[in-house]
Every structure is written in C-alpha cells, then in structure tokens.
C-alpha cells in the first residue's frame, strides 16, 4: 500500500497522451511544415487527433523513419486505410511527414 502514490505517479508519467507541447507551440515557419499541418488536419487528425491516439495510435511519439510513416500512408495497416497517389499526392504525403517530424520534436 505504501507504494500505490508511487505506482499511479508512475502510472500517470506513462501516458501516451501528448497533445500539450512541452515546448510551446509548434514552429510551423517552414512552409512544408505548415503545409503538411493543414493536410494533416484534413486527411489524418480525425483518427490522430493532434498527433494523439483516438480512433487510430498516437502518432507523435513514434519514432519511426519518413519512409516508414510513408509507406504505412499508402499501404495502410491494421484499421488505418491506405491513401493512394489521387487521394494524397507524393507532395502532400512528405508534407505530412515533416509536420509529423515537428511535431515529434516539439513533444
């Protein structure tokens, strides 16, 4: 019992939930990164709300390569659909991904 306050402190440093920046808001000066935040909140923040788990995982804190986040996009997995070339062009695909890439390291 004397170590419950330790486990749920614990508990509660794990949650996936990363929707509030640790540091400030995201820089999106960069053109493709602002770009990719408006596709972003088109195409993807219905399921990954704020890069946060909802109907699909957390996204911002998966360490996963562009080519990777890429690939899962077009090929799809698990519930997520795939998105082909007519539906999110090559262009809007990598500024997905580099909104991603900001995003991660804001968090």
């Not at 390569?65 to 997995?77: D, K, L, N, S, T």
């Not at 795939?82 to 990598?94: C, K, N």
């Amino acid at each position: 019992m004397a170590f419950a306050p330790l486990f749920l402190a614990w508990l509660a440093g794990c949650s996936g939930r990363r929707s509030e920046p640790l540091r400030g808001a995201v820089d999106v000066s960069d053109p493709k990164v602002a770009h990719g935040q408006q596709v972003y909140m088109n195409r993807c923040d219905k399921c990954h709300p704020g890069g946060d788990a909802g109907l699909g995982p957390s996204l911002n804190n998966k360490p996963l390569p562009g080519f990777m986040v890429a690939f899962q996009a077009r090929h799809g997995m698990g519930a997520m659909p795939a998105f082909t070339d007519e539906e999110l062009p090559r262009a809007e695909l990598d500024a997905v991904v580099a909104y991603l890439k900001a995003l991660r390291r804001n968090g």
